[in-house]
C-alpha cells in the first residue's frame, strides 16, 4: 500500500506558474513511477505526466510539454509538477498516481494509487 498527498493547488492568473507536490508513505518510493493527471469539470481523466524510478525518464502530454516539468526527490519520497506559462485550460483537479512496473504509462486504470487531488484554477 502507498499513500499519496498532493498539495500546491491554488489560483493563479493566466500566464504564472504554480509547483505541485506529491508527497508518498508506504512502500518504497523510489520502485514506483509516478504520474500526474488532471480531470476538469465535465472531462475525462487526462493523462500530464510521468517519471521513470530515477528520475532519468519523463514523458509529457503534448498539451503541456514544453510548460510543465515533473521531478522527483526520492531521499524526500516527493514527486513535484512545476507549471509555467499557464492557460485557463489547465484549470483541473490535479491528482498523482503510482504504478509499481516501470512503464511511463498515459492510461489512467494501469496506476495502482492515488492521492487525493488538488485544485488549480488559472484565470483568465
Known sequence: QVQ??????GLVQAGGSLR????ASGRTFSRYVMGWFRQAPGKEREFVA???WSGDSTYYADSVKGRFTISRDNAKDTVYLQMSSLK????AVYYCAAR???ILGVGA???????QGTQ???SS
Open 4 to 9: 499519496l498527498v498532493e498539495s500546491g493547488g
Open 120 to 122: 488549480v484554477t488559472v
Open 88 to 91: 485557463p485550460e489547465d484549470t
Open 50 to 52: 510521468a517519471i521513470s
Open 109 to 115: 486504470k494501469r496506476y495502482d494509487y492515488w492521492g
Open 20 to 23: 505541485l507536490s506529491c508527497a
Open 100 to 102: 509499481g512496473d516501470r
